[in-house]
Every structure is written in structure tokens, then in C-alpha cells.
């Protein structure tokens, strides 16, 4: 087999799913836990809440291309995507810590300081997410080996995230002692550690094995009209942002429910750790349900369902 379609060791799979597991210390927070953490601990109305989280999404929708782009030109001897899964490292640990600081300010300084921290977070999230993702399509080019270290990643993503779910109230009670501030703090700089480590193993394990073609250089705003002219790819963005609508509004609107509805705050990490774990049954199906099905007909029947 060539260099790009010779399988890969368990060690690779592994190391590359520690990157999805590092980026949940992030998103699944995020995802569960920041919108309550903005109107009951920093204290923000839920209007400004949204309006915050609106305006960064749009930041992301041009930055997420920008940061693709810049990868996409990037060449070093650890090859082009790898290295910012070391480079994004130190900004990311350290947004998460500020995004979860309360600082000593009136309600128009908090809200400035929440903009400024969470717009920082989500940039340097991204930074080093999208790279990691990107790394998927240069480790091999068989397309069924692909299917499976996708499986292993998200495996990865939803152990973390798991992990996250149920450890988050306890944490923030435990560091916190009654400062819940304090509480947030210190469990964000907890995972940030965490996912600093598990980056530099997925950095280590892996290898860039698919070159680019040698081409012209064209400019990043032709890059994104190619992009915007790719019919499949706007399906393929269409149908991401339903799926992702529907994952966010599950996560964070089950937090409010249990703490406000039924009363049970100590549920939320259970209830999320369930969720979790169905995610990554269907994650680890994946692989043996492309034997049977392509990949075309497994989406349509299983989004139908």
C-alpha cells in the first residue's frame, strides 16, 4: 500500500481522538453550562445572553474560513495543520480562564468584559479546532479508514464531553467551597491543563501523510467564492447548522429545565452524562453501519428517523 492508504496503528486512532476529547473540556461546556453561567453567576439578563452569543456566532462565520484559509498556507516541518494544535494551546487555556472571571465592574463594564472574553474564547477555539478537524483529511486517504478514525474521534469527543457533563457541579462545588466564582475559575483552569496535555499527544501520535498538490497560490477572497459556489458543500453547511441548532438547544435548555422546572439541580450532570453516552453509541456504530449502507444513504435514512 502507498504511504496516503497504508492503515494506521491503534496508537494513531487514539492520539487523534485525545484532540476531540481536549476540545469538549471547551465545547461541552459551552454547550451546557455557559448561558447559565452568564445570568446566574455573572449576572447578565438572558436577552444580553443571547444577543452576546448571537454577534459572536456571526464573528465565527468569517472567522472559521479566515482560519481555514490561513492553514491551508501554512507549511513548517511538522506539516501544515499540526503545529496549531501546540500554537493554539496557551491563548486557549487562558480565554477560558478569563470567560469564566467575574471582574469587579459595573453592569456596562461586565457586559464589555463578557464580549471581549467570550469573542476571545471562541477565536481561539476555533484557532485550534479547525485545524484539528482539518488534520482528519491529511492522516489518510482511504476513505473507509477515515470513517473510522472519525468514529474514534467522536468516541473521544463524547468521553469528554461526558467526562464534563457530570464532573462540572461537582468541581465548581468542590474548588469553589460557596464562591462559585472562584468555583469556575479553577475548573476551567483545571481542563485547560487537561486539554493542553491531551493536544500534545494528538501532536506527537500523528502524521501528515496526504500532500497538497503543488498549485498556484489564489488569493483567500477566491477561496471563499469557490466555497460559497460549491453546491454540495452549502447541503452539507444547511444541514450542520439544523443538526447543531437542535444539540445546542437540547444541552442548554435542559440545564434550565432541571435546576428551574423540576427542581433538581444535582440531575443535570446525570441527565447530560446519559445524553453523552447514547452519542457515543452511535458514534462508535458508525464504522460497521457504512459496511452495509454508503455514506449517502445512512445520512438520509438516519436524519429521517
Excluded at 53 to 61: C, F
Excluded at 234 to 245: D, E, H
Amino acid at each position: 500500500m502507498t504511504e496516503q492508504t497504508k492503515k494506521f496503528s491503534l496508537k494513531e486512532s487514539v492520539g487523534y481522538a485525545c484532540g476531540d476529547v481536549a476540545s469538549n473540556f471547551y465545547w461541552r461546556v459551552f454547550d451546557v453550562f455557559l448561558f447559565i453561567f452568564y445570568t446566574d453567576v455573572f449576572g447578565l439578563s438572558a436577552a444580553a445572553v443571547g444577543t452576546m452569543m448571537l454577534v459572536t456566532r456571526l464573528i465565527d462565520a468569517f472567522s472559521d474560513p479566515m482560519m481555514g484559509a490561513l492553514a491551508d498556507r501554512t507549511k513548517t516541518r511538522w506539516g501544515k495543520f499540526r503545529p496549531y494544535l501546540l500554537w493554539g494551546i496557551i491563548p486557549m487555556v487562558a480565554a477560558g480562564v478569563l470567560t469564566f472571571t467575574v471582574p469587579d465592574l459595573d453592569d456596562s463594564g461586565k457586559l464589555l468584559w463578557a464580549y471581549a472574553t467570550y469573542i476571545f474564547m471562541m477565536l481561539a477555539y476555533t484557532f485550534i479546532n479547525v485545524r484539528y478537524g482539518a488534520l482528519l483529511g491529511v492522516i489518510t486517504g482511504d476513505s473507509q479508514q477515515r470513517t473510522t478514525l472519525t468514529s474514534f474521534r467522536f468516541i473521544g469527543a463524547f468521553s469528554g464531553g461526558s467526562l464534563v457533563a457530570y464532573l462540572t457541579p461537582e468541581l465548581v462545588h468542590w474548588y469553589g467551597n460557596g464562591n462559585e466564582v472562584l468555583g469556575w475559575q479553577l475548573t476551567m483552569l483545571t481542563y485547560g491543563v487537561a486539554a493542553a496535555v491531551l493536544f500534545v499527544i494528538s501532536f506527537i501520535t500523528t502524521t501528515e501523510r496526504i500532500q497538497p498538490i503543488a498549485s498556484k497560490s489564489t488569493p483567500v477572497a477566491q477561496d471563499i467564492r469557490d466555497l460559497f459556489g460549491n453546491k454540495p458543500w452549502l447541503i452539507l453547511f444547511c444541514l450542520a447548522l439544523i443538526v447543531m441548532m437542535t444539540i445546542t438547544l437540547r444541552g442548554s435548555s435542559g440545564t434550565f429545565y432541571f435546576k428551574y422546572f423540576v427542581g433538581r439541580e444535582d440531575l443535570i450532570g446525570s441527565f447530560s452524562l446519559a445524553y453523552m453516552l447514547a452519542l457515543a453509541v452511535g458514534a462508535a456504530s458508525t464504522p460497521l453501519l457504512t459496511k452495509f449502507f454508503d455514506k449517502r444513504t445512512l445520512l438520509t435514512r438516519l436524519m429521517i428517523i
